[in-house]
């Protein structure tokens, strides 16, 4: 297993998502406060609901996937992922609403 593996698949996330605001023109970094407006929710309320669950011992990360670094107890790329999985729905949503 890789260090940093978890933090790939994010950055992979992004890359494969990328052409629906570039080629579709899906318009959601280009309305980037909305967007803010949208990820800051879920990012408040899952990344506490994961802080509440690791600190229970109900939840964990396996280190050999992550980097170490970690907020509390919330691997940084858990942060990561309630803010890219967000913003890769809506833009997918944006770009299939726009086709």
Same mark, same amino acid.
């Given at each position: 297993?890789?260090?940093?593996?978890?933090?790939?698949?994010?950055?992979?996330?992004?890359?494969?998502?990328? &052409?629906? *605001?570039?080629?579709?023109?899906?318009?959601? @970094?280009?309305?980037?406060?909305?967007?803010?407006?949208?990820?800051? &929710?879920?990012?408040?309320?899952?990344?506490?609901?994961?802080? @509440?669950?690791?600190?229970?011992? *109900?939840?964990?990360?396996?280190?050999?996937?992550?980097?170490?670094?970690?907020?509390?107890?919330? &691997?940084? *790329?858990?942060?990561?992922?309630?803010?890219?999985? &967000?913003?890769?729905?809506?833009?997918? @949503? *944006?770009?299939?609403?726009?086709?």
């Amino acid at each position: 297993m890789s260090h940093g593996l978890y933090l790939l698949v994010l950055v992979g996330c992004l890359v494969v998502t990328l &052409p629906l *605001e570039l080629v579709l023109r899906a318009g959601v @970094y280009a309305r980037w406060k909305r967007l803010v407006l949208t990820v800051l &929710p879920v990012l408040a309320v899952f990344v506490t609901w994961d802080a @509440y669950a690791i600190s229970r011992h *109900e939840w964990a990360f396996t280190r050999s996937l992550t980097l170490g670094l970690s907020v509390g107890d919330v &691997p940084v *790329e858990e942060l990561l992922f309630f803010v890219v999985v &967000p913003v890769c729905s809506v833009l997918t @949503y *944006e770009a299939v609403k726009r086709r």
